[in-house]
Each structure stands twice: as C-alpha cells, then as structure tokens.
C-alpha cells in the first residue's frame, strides 16, 4: 500500500499540533479544543488562559529555506484564523483573548505570546 503525500502531511501536522499543545500545557494553558474549522477558516489550537481564551496557530517547517515557519502566516492567513475566532465567539459570554504562534523549524519549538491581532 503506498502512502499519499497528502496522508504524510496531515499526520505531521497533527504530531506538531500535539507537540504544541504539550507545550502550552506545561506552560499553564489548557487547551479547549483543536481544529475548529468553519467555511474560510480554521484554529489549530484553542486553549484557556486563566479566564482567556487563546487562539493558537502552530506552523511547522523542516527546513529554513523560505524564511521558516513564522514567514508562512501571511497576512491572509491572519484574517481567516480572526473570522475563525469571531465565530467561535458568537454567542460565548464577553472574555480577553489573544492570537499566539507556536512555530516549529526543524527541532526548535518557540512559543510566540500575543503574535498578532484581529486589528492586523
């Protein structure tokens, strides 16, 4: 049985999706939910802080050569990740949220606390 390209890419993504999320739980967040998904959109990671919410890409990249995982959150990817939030708000009671980065090159995992905005 071969494996599709596509099946290898989603089962990476997931184990940097788990290794994020390890991570942020050591770091005193406790994550909610993962990949909620609406139409143009998606969170990979959704966790409490306290009485926040935070509202988590994690980008991973083997190597370096197109500037690394930080350089693939292009400002469109801001805004659908945003619309993600503001639906999942809809009808939640008002709290603060933010919008973190987990980035992944290679074995370096860094933790980027408030990384963008929905004003951005």
């Keep these: 049985m071969q494996v ?4 290898t890419t989603t089962a990476r993504g997931r184990e940097a999706e788990d290794r994020a999320a390890r991570h942020l739980e050591r770091g005193g967040l406790r994550v909610v939910e993962r990949n909620f998904r609406i139409r143009g959109g998606e ?3 959704i966790c409490r802080d306290g ?4 509202f ?8 370096s050569d197109f500037g690394g995982a930080g350089a693939s959150i292009t ?3 801001r805004r659908r990740i945003v619309l993600a939030a503001q639906h999942y708000l809809l009808g939640k009671p008002d709290c603060d949220c933010r919008f973190d980065c987990v980035l992944i090159d290679g074995e370096q995992l ?10 951005d």
Excluded: M, T
């Design 4 to 7: 599709k390209a596509n099946d």
């Design 43 to 45: 969170i990979d990671l």
């Design 51 to 54: 009485k926040g919410l935070v």
């Design 56 to 63: 988590v890409e994690v980008r991973q990249r083997s190597r």
């Design 75 to 77: 400002a469109g990817k």
């Design 110 to 119: 860094e933790w980027i606390k408030h990384a963008f905005s929905a004003d």
